[in-house]
């Protein structure tokens, strides 16, 4: 393990920040302590380092980054980032051989669903999601303060396992690609729908917020979508989907919608 908890030190709060998410470039970042895990890099690490300083976040403070699977828009800049800043990278076995960041990083370290790790003062659990992608992961965060953070992006279904990992969240971050109908009539060609729309694509604004409804609790603050398509989505209606399903069930959760090029607070 290249850190530690240490237990002597009092609590430390959560915070976490979507740097910019969606098919363009995701990386999010989730700081506890001194100590900040960055999930996913697919914007250079120039880039990076540029959009953790203006979300206020020293880079330096970075001590892992983690992978949730190979594609680009998830794994563009982590090579450069980790060998920079001479920082371990962990990812399932299946991205890890899939990305071909093994060797290419200063240290990489394989993470098994349903079994923690700990970076600084987060503790890290990973589990399966559903993406045409060689063993992609989805991800629970804890702080020293014991808040949670579920992020699931990339995932065509929602299964048993997920929403397991994900109960009793404090914030959920979930990704709200497209909707069915702006998709069903958009400008993509019908194999591009097909691959979405699959088991191993993306989850609908309905899925989400079907989702978010299954993962309410009392504990659950706030609801942040995820890896909105420019194309086939817009803000507003994750915003009125996630809204409505909140509604009906009478919860006070506030929403917020991650974009491509701004920053967003998952957890302040
Ligand atoms: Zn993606
Ligand atoms: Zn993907």
Redesign the pocket.
Known sequence: MPSHRDNLKPASTLRAVVLGS??SG?ALAVCCGKGTVLLDC?FSAREADRRLRAAGIDPTSVRAVLV??E?S??VRGVRVFASCRRIPVYASRGTRSASGLNGQVPEMHVITPGEPVTVGSITITAFRTSHDAAEPLGFRFEGACGCALGVL??SGTVNGEMLEALRGCDVLAIESNHDEEMLEHGPYPWFLKRRIRSAEG?LSNEAAAELVTTLASDRLTRVVGL?LSSTNNTSRLVTSSLAGALARLGHQATIEVALQETACILKP
């Open positions: 969606g098919s995701n697919g949730s699977h594609h828009d998830h992006t990339d993306h890896h």
